[in-house]
């Protein structure tokens, strides 16, 4: 398997364990055996923000996703519908910011609206993985050249993930 695939997969490992932290949290909160960690959650939507569209998403968008959309049109569909959830997920995250700071203004009126836009995204995010790895991934590994695999494996090797 190409290093780009191989990072791909270990940045989806790594965000799937902060959003499966991201919806127990919020589960125990809801069944009420913790308090809010307010500065955890806003690590978390630094993290679910900021890494995926500054490193993450921009190399699939400019580099993988045309490599792929040229080879496989099989996979056009399924690509511009990822392309179309990357700018939605930086308005989700956004909004999350936002229901945060009024949660944090009045927990017990705000709480709810935190919530249910949190376990929104969680579900998101993971169709989004889920579609990427049934459709573009096995796209690329059938079609993709090795002068492809080049620039693409140019791209993603320098990916600085926080969690690693």
């Known amino acids: 398997m ?3 695939l191989t990072i791909i997969q270990r940045e989806h490992r790594a965000l799937a364990a902060v959003l499966y932290t991201f919806d127990h949290v919020l589960a125990d909160i809801r069944a009420g055996k913790i308090e809010p960690d307010f500065a955890m959650f806003e690590s978390i939507l ?3 923000q900021d890494f995926p569209d500054r490193f993450h998403h921009p190399k699939e968008d400019d580099v993988l996703f045309p490599l792929v959309f ?6 056009r569909e399924a690509i511009a519908q990822l392309q179309e959830q990357h700018h939605e997920g930086l308005r989700q ?3 999350l910011k936002w229901k945060l700071e009024a949660w944090k203004a009045d927990p017990a009126k705000n709480f709810i609206a ?3 836009a949190a376990k929104h995204f969680i579900e998101g995010q993971r169709k989004h993985m889920a579609l990427e790895e049934r459709t573009v991934m096995p ?3 059938a079609k993709l050249t090795e002068a492809d695999w080049a620039k693409a494996d140019a791209a993603f090797d320098d990916n600085d993930d926080p969690i690693f």
Not at 70 to 75: D, L, T, Y
């Open 139 to 141: 796209a690329a590994r």
């Open 70 to 75: 040229e080879r496989a049109p099989e996979a």
């Open 46 to 48: 630094t993290y679910v």
């Open 114 to 116: 935190f919530d249910g």
């Open 93 to 95: 995250t956004s909004d």
């Open 2 to 4: 190409s290093r780009t």
